[in-house]
């Protein structure tokens, strides 16, 4: 028996990346899986399709996380198609750097709404239709503990999402139902790669990424969004049962 049989998992901003991964890994342990995107219908059906050719079952959504409508509207759709919602995952998150004296109110208004309205919201829509045993994911960072040059906006969306997990264990904990945050490290992704230079400290322009990796991870290389797909499968399975309210860094120890 697959550990997630009969189960119905929505998977925010799954077309690419990290979430990509985590809507694969729900399917193959037998969960029926929500493939959101906002942007990329061909890359969302190709999820789709990798799924049903491992003989899971998948559906793609488009709901932009920035609308709480269409938030609500993935889920009510995803519901109606599937019957049921056991699982939520909240993926989908936007990169931003920029200095103090740069960040503009459309900044700050544009990262939040996705990074912590769009979790937020779609928590909200989601809790309603999870029952006794349901299970939340919401996507934290390890931005949110260290330090970076002008990455004030995106590493402040990404501390509120722990916040929020930790904040709304309680009232969820009374419908047995637990909320955790995955924060992971640099992880191989489209956002990773566009961002590469970025990351990086303007004194130390000119290390090798490499060298930089092996003096900032204990295991001295990046992940592979597998690797936190794997952490989410595990937070949504009965496995983690008596966890909720925690952030789980999934950063190949971060220092
Ligand atoms: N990669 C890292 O190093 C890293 C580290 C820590 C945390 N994270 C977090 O992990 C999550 C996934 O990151 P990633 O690296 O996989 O990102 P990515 O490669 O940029 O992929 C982002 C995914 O989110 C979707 N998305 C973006 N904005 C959306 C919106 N407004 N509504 C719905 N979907 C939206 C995209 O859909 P479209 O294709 O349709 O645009 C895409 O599927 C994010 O929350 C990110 O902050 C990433």
Same mark, same amino acid.
């Given at each position: 028996?697959?550990?997630?049989?009969?189960?119905?998992?929505?998977? *925010?901003?799954?077309?690419?990346?990290?979430?990509?991964?985590? #809507?694969?890994?729900?399917?193959?342990?037998?969960?029926?899986?929500?493939?959101?995107?906002?942007?990329?219908?061909?890359?969302?059906?190709?999820?789709?399709? =990798?799924?049903?050719?491992?003989?899971?079952?998948?559906?793609?959504?488009?709901?932009?996380?920035?609308?709480?409508?269409?938030?609500?509207?993935?889920?009510?759709?995803?519901? !109606?198609?599937?019957?049921?919602?056991?699982?939520?995952?909240?993926?989908?998150?936007?990169?931003?750097?920029?200095?103090?004296?740069?960040?503009?109110?459309?900044?700050?208004?544009?990262?939040?709404?996705?990074?912590?309205?769009?979790?937020?919201?779609? *928590?909200?829509?989601?809790?309603?239709?999870?029952?006794?045993?349901?299970?939340?994911?919401?996507?934290?960072?390890?931005?949110?503990?260290?330090?970076?040059?002008?990455?004030?906006?995106?590493? /402040?969306?990404? #501390?509120?999402?722990?916040?929020?997990?930790?904040?709304?264990?309680? !009232?969820?904990?009374?419908?047995?139902?637990?909320?955790?945050?995955? #924060?992971?490290?640099?992880?191989? *992704?489209?956002?990773?790669?566009?961002? /590469?230079?970025?990351?990086?400290?303007?004194?130390?322009?000119?290390?090798?990424?490499?060298?930089?990796?092996?003096? =900032?991870?204990?295991?001295?290389?990046?992940?592979?969004? !597998?690797?936190?797909?794997?952490?989410?499968?595990?937070?949504?399975?009965?496995?983690?049962?008596?966890? *909720?309210?925690?952030?789980?860094?999934?950063?190949?120890?971060?220092?």
């Amino acid at each position: 028996m697959k550990k997630l049989e009969g189960k119905v998992a929505i998977v *925010t901003g799954s077309s690419r990346g990290i979430g990509k991964e985590i #809507a694969m890994k729900l399917a193959q342990e037998g969960a029926k899986v929500v493939v959101n995107y906002s942007r990329s219908p061909e890359k969302a059906e190709e999820v789709v399709n =990798q799924i049903k050719q491992q003989d899971g079952e998948a559906t793609a959504i488009q709901a932009d996380m920035n609308q709480v409508d269409q938030i609500q509207q993935l889920v009510t759709s995803s519901v !109606e198609k599937y019957g049921q919602l056991d699982i939520l995952v909240s993926n989908a998150g936007i990169e931003h750097f920029g200095k103090l004296e740069e960040i503009t109110p459309q900044d700050f208004e544009r990262v939040f709404s996705v990074n912590v309205a769009g979790q937020l919201f779609v *928590t909200q829509a989601a809790a309603p239709h999870l029952s006794s045993g349901g299970r939340i994911v919401l996507t934290s960072s390890v931005s949110a503990r260290f330090a970076a040059f002008y990455h004030t906006l995106y590493a /402040a969306s990404k #501390a509120a999402v722990s916040a929020m997990v930790l904040n709304l264990a309680p !009232e969820l904990g009374e419908r047995g139902i637990t909320i955790n945050a995955i #924060a992971p490290g640099g992880t191989a *992704t489209d956002m990773a790669q566009e961002n /590469a230079e970025r990351y990086t400290h303007p004194a130390l322009q000119n290390v090798s990424p490499d060298a930089l990796l092996k003096s =900032q991870i204990i295991l001295q290389r990046l992940a592979q969004p !597998e690797e936190i797909a794997a952490a989410v499968a595990f937070l949504v399975s009965d496995d983690a049962s008596y966890i *909720t309210g925690s952030t789980l860094a999934v950063d190949g120890g971060m220092f």
